[in-house]
């Protein structure tokens, strides 16, 4: 028995090694962008993108739970305007917005609490294109040492790509549509 807990010791001394070593080597910041060209004039995009209530008609995380807590705080639509969400399915956060440049770009801040703390800064960026708009959804973050050891684990392109452009899609729709 004694043998046993040795050799469970000597592997989760390997594992915390090996996590703050591959830590120094693995990056820390990740940015991925997708984007969309929308039938649609850029000041109808940008009615869908630039407040967080209209936001959360397309964002593809509002829709993973129905019984998501959420509430507003200070006016939508402006600076400093903030969305909170509690949930069992996509966590616990706030998502402030922190520049308007309408109608052609939205930038907002994201804290996210629960299951893991983080923030990030996210973008929303309109060109017109032919006769329609060209829509560029952007995210940012940095992972601090050694937590930036999981991005060997999680394929962050796959997930949070293929999470951005069901959301894209769905704000072509809404744009298209209304």
């Known amino acids: ?8 010791g000597i592997i ?3 594992a915390i090694v090996f996590v703050l070593v591959a830590g120094i080597f693995v990056r820390k910041d990740y940015h991925i962008e997708r984007s969309i060209t929308i039938n649609a004039p850029k000041e109808k995009v940008w009615t869908q993108v630039s407040t967080l209530s209209g ?4 964002n593809p995380w509002s829709a993973k739970d129905p019984n998501i807590i959420s ?3 200070g006016q939508d639509g402006t600076v400093g305007a903030v969305y909170k969400w509690e949930s069992k399915e996509v966590g616990t956060g706030s998502q402030t917005l922190t520049k308007l440049e309408a109608p052609s770009r939205v930038e907002s801040h994201l804290h996210f609490i629960k299951p893991f703390s983080g923030e990030a800064n996210v973008f929303m960026n309109l060109q017109e294109e032919g006769s329609g708009t060209k829509a560029t959804w952007g995210f940012d973050t940095h992972y601090a040492y050694p937590k930036n050891v999981m991005m060997l684990f999680i394929n962050m392109d796959k997930v949070m790509g293929e999470a951005y452009d069901d959301g894209l899609g769905k704000l072509k729709t809404l744009s298209e549509s209304n």
């Open 1 to 8: 028995m004694k043998k046993f807990f040795k050799i469970i």
């Open 55 to 58: 936001i959360n008609k397309w």
């Open 12 to 14: 989760l001394l390997l």
């Open 71 to 73: 509430s507003y705080e």
